[in-house]
Each structure stands twice: as C-alpha cells, then as structure tokens.
C-alpha cells in the first residue's frame, strides 16, 4: 500500500469546497491549490516580486498585499496576462504540492483541489481526476451570488477557463452538483468508496 494522490477539479463556483470538505470529513487529506497559490505570493516572497514586475505597482494594496481584485479585473480580460500569472505562480505550487504528498503517511488518500488542472495539462500527474460538474447557467447565477458580479462579468470568468466537456474528458469520476445538498453528500460518499477500494489495491 502506498499514497494514493488524486486531483479534484471543476469549473469556479461548481462546488469545489464543499466537495473537498466532505472527503475531509471521510478521512482524505487535502491539498487546497487556492491556499498555495495565497501563500506563494505574500509578502516578502519572490512570487509577489515578479508579479509586480510584470503587472506594476497597482497590483499591490495599501498594506503591502497582493490587491486581488485589481489583479484579477487585469487577468481576466487579457489572455496573456492570465497566462503570464500562471507561469510565476504555478511552479512554485507545484513545488509545494509535490512536498506535501511525499510527506502523507503510507495509505492515505490526497486529494489536490486544482481549479485550473485542465488548463495546466495537470491530470496525468495523479492516480485519478475527480471532476465537479454543473450546467454553465447554474454556474454563472451561483457565481453572481457569491461574488456580486453581473451577468456579463460571471459569464467572462467562466468562459476564461476550460469548458466542461474538457474537464469530463479527464475525469475518472465525475460529481453532477446541480442538485441538493444531499444529493451532492450521497456522490461524494459514492467517490470516496471507489477512492478507499482503489488505494488498498495499491
């Protein structure tokens, strides 16, 4: 038996976290990209020096942090913008993410929560995708919730990333959350069985 390292992904606000939390609960240890992505550029770290290079000062608040709304009102209406930011963060998440699944103990199940792993090429590099699912519709009124944007601004953040069908394509199980809470719980525990089954034949 060893480390079974599996990718979680989908589409912004499909439903990650919760579905993270709920393997949590049953036992996986989580890998959470957004918190290394957060922690690569604080203060201090190289990573926010070279986004101040490439994006200027004004990407930088009051108290010395990165301003994320600035930067992302930047990001997300220029491609290579977003694709220049990948190339100073994701290496170093990489790094991060790499050292925490060496260091869980033998049978453990890791599951990374990686938004962008389509986009990144990312999803040969672990034992399984997971994939959250939702129509695009859906997609966009719970964004609009979560974040106050309008219809146009949560329609451009879904579309900046991979579509669904490209997501399924890499998807070994794949979570529909559309539905309720329970329905959602009753998936997770469906994944999680096959996840358990899979790491005690490794």
């Keep these: 038996m060893s480390v079974l390292s599996v990718a979680l992904t989908g589409g912004i606000a499909s439903g990650k976290t919760a579905v993270a939390r709920m393997l949590a ?31 200027g000062r004004s990407v930088v608040a009051a108290d010395g942090s990165l301003d994320r709304q600035v930067l992302g009102e930047i990001i997300f209406a220029d491609g290579q ?15 991060r993410r790499a050292e925490m699944i060496a260091s869980a103990p033998d049978g453990s199940i890791v599951v990374s929560v990686i938004p ?4 990144s090429g990312l999803q040969d590099d672990f034992d399984g995708v997971i994939v959250v ?3 695009i519709s859906t997609q966009v009124d719970r964004l609009k919730a979560r974040n106050g944007l309008n219809d146009d601004q949560a329609r451009a953040r879904v579309t900046a990333q991979a579509s669904g069908d490209e997501r ?7 979570i529909e959350n559309s539905g309720s809470y329970d329905q959602l719980r009753a998936q997770v525990e469906m994944v999680w069985d096959a996840l358990t089954t899979k790491v005690i034949a490794l």
């Design 133 to 135: 699912d939702l129509p």
């Design 25 to 55: 609960e049953r036992g996986a240890i989580i890998v959470d990209s957004d918190l290394l992505s957060r922690q690569v550029v604080e203060p201090g770290t190289p990573g926010l020096a070279a986004i101040v290079d490439r994006f």
């Design 81 to 95: 913008a977003r694709a220049d930011l990948n190339d100073i963060v994701h290496p170093e998440v990489r790094r």
């Design 168 to 174: 399924l394509a890499a998807a070994d199980w794949v």
């Design 116 to 119: 962008l792993l389509v986009e």
